[in-house]
C-alpha cells in the first residue's frame, strides 16, 4: 500500500500533467506537455512545486521564454526554462 504522501505526489503529478497537456495552444501543449509527460515521474519535492508554479504563468510569457530564449524568465524558471528548450533541442539562452 502507497502511503499518504507518494499518494500525494502522484496526485500532484497527475494534475501537472494534465496542466501541461491543456494549456490553450496547440503550440504549448506540445512544449510544455511533451515535457511533462517525459519528466513528470522524476520530479518530486521542490522541483515539483517549481513546475506547478511555471505552469500558473500565462502562455504569451511562458512561450516567449521556451522559443525565443533571450527573454529572462527571472532567477526562479530560469533552469527549468533551460531543461525545456534543451528537451526540444533548442539553443542555450543568450546571456544577458
Known amino acids: 500500500m ?16 494534465y496542466r501541461a497537456n491543456h494549456r490553450g495552444t496547440k503550440e504549448m501543449d ?3 506537455g511533451r515535457f511533462a509527460d517525459a519528466r513528470l515521474d522524476g520530479l ?9 508554479k511555471l505552469l500558473e504563468m500565462p502562455d504569451p510569457e511562458l512561450q516567449k521564454w521556451i522559443l ?5 524568465p527571472g532567477a526562479d524558471f530560469a533552469g527549468l526554462i533551460e531543461e525545456i528548450r534543451s528537451f526540444h533541442g533548442l539553443p542555450a539562452r543568450k546571456p544577458a
Not at 518530486?44 to 513546475?51: M, N, Q, S, Y
Not at 525565443?68 to 529572462?72: L, P
Open 2 to 17: 502507497q502511503s499518504h504522501q507518494s499518494q500525494n505526489i502522484e496526485t500532484r503529478r497527475r494534475r501537472a500533467a
Open 30 to 32: 506540445w512544449l510544455v
Open 44 to 52: 518530486e519535492g521542490a522541483a515539483l512545486t517549481l513546475f506547478e
Open 68 to 72: 525565443e530564449g533571450d527573454a529572462s
